[in-house]
């Protein structure tokens, strides 16, 4: 019982220092401006996090990965767009969030863009089955 009580823990303090969307910026021209520093791209993510079920998918399957987060510390600076229906935000936020939707012409979630520091799309994605692996692929591919 004792094991698997320090395995738990461990197992918790590991996936926590992966990094959690929750935590990502949610300011697109704070994030070109920290993409242009660090010669990185900008992962823009549009979700509905708390009761869109492809979004949570995503973020199990996908962005609260080792390889991911390895990734993306590496090469990308992770904007999370969310529209939750539970989590509070700010009516400041919601505008904001709203303007880029329409901006972007957002029509579902998830929803990504790779975008330069510059704000020039190079890539459109969302969910991919694959795993990991695969979705780093396919960022690395649509950023080359």
Request: aromatic share 12%.
């Amino acid at each position: 019982m004792k094991q698997i009580a320090i395995a738990s823990v461990l197992i918790l303090l590991t996936l926590s220092a992966w990094g959690d969307i929750y935590e990502w910026e949610t300011d697109l021209e704070a994030a070109t401006e920290q993409a242009a520093e660090e010669e990185k791209h900008v992962f823009l993510y549009f979700a509905g996090s708390d009761w869109c079920g492809w979004c949570q998918r995503f973020k199990q399957e996908i962005l609260d990965t080792r390889p991911f987060n390895e990734f993306s510390e590496t090469d990308l600076v992770p904007v999370l767009i969310d529209f939750p229906r539970e989590i509070e935000q700010s009516a400041e936020q919601e505008a904001y969030n709203r303007q880029l939707a329409e901006r972007f012409g957002v029509q579902g979630f998830p929803t990504v863009y790779v975008l330069t520091p510059d704000e020039e799309i190079v890539l459109r994605s969302g969910y991919l089955e694959g795993g990991p692996a695969n979705y780093v692929e396919h960022l690395r591919s649509g950023m080359q």
